[in-house]
């Protein structure tokens, strides 16, 4: 089974703090994705990447940057939080011929204050 | 406007009862659909998956439809139970482009004892 993992589950932070979000999959897939999942918005694309140090700007990158120095982790940073980036956020990963079949982390349900 | 709409918004059903989740797109040129489920808190799980030529697909208790003509698809859950309480998403797939997922915003299914 294909597993994808989050570093946390939950996290608060403040305002202006610089945050680390980890994801790790277990089976070699070369494409990663990061979303964030607000209500009523759905899952909406932020960045992804299809090799190591390799990325791409998804729907919304605006406030985020990511690092993928090794296959296996693609991480999400934000800079300098902000209220507006309290957020649900979900990894996935895929194989490199089908980035539809998807694979999803727990989600890290992230508070700024 | 949303590429993919989602109906209903949220449902509260009996545990036993049967009931039925929509999806209507109008993004192209189609690839393929996928239904998740997504737990509370969690992060989505894929329960079925069709491309242009399937018109149903069964996974246990649910069952989807796709009628690629009119560009809808229904999930069907049959004798729901208490565990079936989750979001359930319709993604649907194009078949050019970096960024070819497309996300509904998702149903809120409550089952009730």
């Known amino acids: 089974d294909v597993k994808v993992t989050q570093s946390s589950r939950y996290l608060v932070k403040r305002t202006g703090e610089k945050v680390f979000l980890e994801c790790v999959q277990d089976m070699d897939h070369e494409n990663m994705f990061w979303y964030r999942q607000d209500p009523g918005l759905g899952l909406r694309l932020i960045y992804f990447?299809?090799?190591?140090?390799?990325?791409e700007k998804g729907d919304i990158p605006e406030g985020y940057s990511v690092s993928r120095e090794k296959k296996e982790r693609f991480s999400l940073i934000l800079e300098s939080a902000s209220t507006n980036q309290t957020s649900m956020y979900l990894c996935?990963?895929?194989?490199?011929?089908?980035?539809?079949?998807?694979?999803f982390g727990p989600g890290t349900r992230l508070t700024v204050t | 406007k949303n590429q993919v709409e989602q109906s209903p918004q949220s449902l509260i059903i009996l545990e036993g009862k049967n009931c039925t989740l929509q999806?209507?797109?109008?993004?192209?040129?189609?690839?393929?659909l996928r239904w998740y489920k997504q737990d509370t808190g969690r992060g989505p799980v894929s329960l079925t998956i069709m491309t242009f030529s399937e018109n149903t697909k069964s996974n246990g208790r649910y069952t989807a439809t796709l009628d690629a003509d009119t560009k809808q698809s229904s999930l069907h859950i049959t004798a729901s139970q208490l565990s079936d309480s989750a979001s359930y998403i319709c993604v649907v797939i194009i078949q050019t482009g970096a960024n070819n997922l497309f996300f509904g915003t998702g149903t809120r299914l409550t089952v009730i004892p």
């Open positions: 990447s299809y090799d190591v140090k390799m990325k």
């Open positions: 996935a990963s895929s194989p490199w011929d089908r980035d539809y079949e998807q694979y």
């Open positions: 999806c209507n797109y109008t993004v192209s040129p189609f690839s393929n």
